[in-house]
């Protein structure tokens, strides 16, 4: 079978551990080495990765290109205006043919259904790279950040505050897989998909005051109130004000908690300097781990 990475609630609780661990290992394996070095493994040898950009991007563009370079393969990169893809084509016809030229597919996409429909159709492994409805590779980098700072992550407390996004979703798919309280706090208007708060169980908590979601919170997760495609600022900017994170807020979280913020972050919006720039926020490194943690994600999908 090809192994996709679509939605971690499709792995196992196994495979989502050894993604983790092995984002670590090929970190730790690295200190000191030039960026541009392969891997002593190199599993990704003589492999080429296609990368397709419906929606703009830094991070996931950077730690991805990285990553198949570390991995000592190559990439072929494509905004979907490049491709027939934006003029028509369907989603399953280029699905079979980038197949019989590439070894895998990671694809930045507005809707989550593309997504799927192009791993039904591809004989390769296709990944998530971000759609409307989930964004894993992001979430593998926060776990990763998470068990850097603070040890293994089972038990913990997360405080999700803010928008039920997609980053929100994918932190509740990961919850039950590996025993973590993720606390959401967020407008009524601006929930969480049932359907993924019914897959987080007993291990996630829903409610609308930011305060009661952070106390004694182990790490403070938040991300924009605007996303690509929202077409509703004003009001987001008005439900969401009561949900910025302060220093007041972050004082609510246990001792030694840390701040973490996908990026790209609306200073003196959902975030402040103070937080942001301080000593618990642990984005820089959040960021850094975009690209081990692709590493990661790639290998797993290419062992299959």
């Known amino acids: 079978m090809v192994r996709h990475f679509l939605d971690l609630y499709r792995?196992?609780?196994a495979d989502l551990r050894a993604i983790l661990d092995d984002a670590r290992d090929r970190k730790a394996a690295r200190q000191g080495w030039p960026k541009g070095r392969v891997d002593a493994d190199a599993p990704a040898r003589d492999h080429v990765l296609a990368m397709i950009f419906e929606k703009n991007s830094t991070r996931t563009r950077f730690s991805f290109d990285a990553a198949i370079r570390q991995l000592g393969g190559d990439a072929i990169i494509a905004n979907a205006s490049d491709m027939?893809?934006?003029r028509g084509e369907t989603v399953e016809d280029t699905a079979r043919v980038l197949?019989?030229?590439?070894?895998a597919v990671m694809i930045r996409a507005n809707s989550h259904e593309d997504v799927v429909r192009f791993a039904q159709a591809s004989s390769v492994?296709?990944?998530n790279g971000l759609t409307d409805k989930s964004h894993p590779c992001q979430i593998i980098a926060d776990l990763m950040t998470i068990e850097e700072r603070l040890g293994p992550i089972s038990g913990r407390t997360l405080a999700w505050v803010g928008d039920g996004n997609n980053v929100c979703a994918s932190l509740i798919h990961a919850a039950p897989l590996l025993g973590y309280q993720l606390n959401i706090a967020c407008p009524a208007d601006y929930h969480p998909d049932l359907f993924d708060l019914q897959r987080g169980g007993n291990y996630v908590s829903l409610g609308s005051d930011p305060e009661v979601a952070v106390e004694g919170a182990d790490v403070v997760i938040t991300d924009t109130w605007?996303?690509?495609?929202?077409?509703d600022h004003e009001a987001r900017l008005h439900a969401f004000e009561p949900y910025?994170?302060?220093d007041r807020l972050m004082?609510?979280?246990t001792d030694?908690?840390?701040?973490l913020h996908c990026l790209p972050a609306h200073r003196g919006e959902e975030v402040t300097d103070d937080v942001l720039d301080g000593p618990q926020s642990a984005v820089w490194d959040e960021a850094e781990n975009r690209i081990h943690a692709q590493k990661a994600v790639i290998a797993w999908c290419l062992r299959g």
Not at 99 to 103: E, P
Not at 256 to 259: K, L, P, R, V
Request: aromatic share 4%; charged share 15%; hydrophobic share 50%.
């Open 11 to 13: 792995l196992t609780p």
């Open 226 to 231: 605007v996303s690509m495609g929202d077409q």
């Open 125 to 127: 492994p296709v990944i």
């Open 251 to 253: 004082s609510l979280a």
């Open 84 to 86: 027939q893809l934006g």
């Open 256 to 259: 030694g908690a840390i701040f």
């Open 99 to 103: 197949s019989r030229m590439v070894d």
């Open 244 to 246: 910025a994170v302060d």
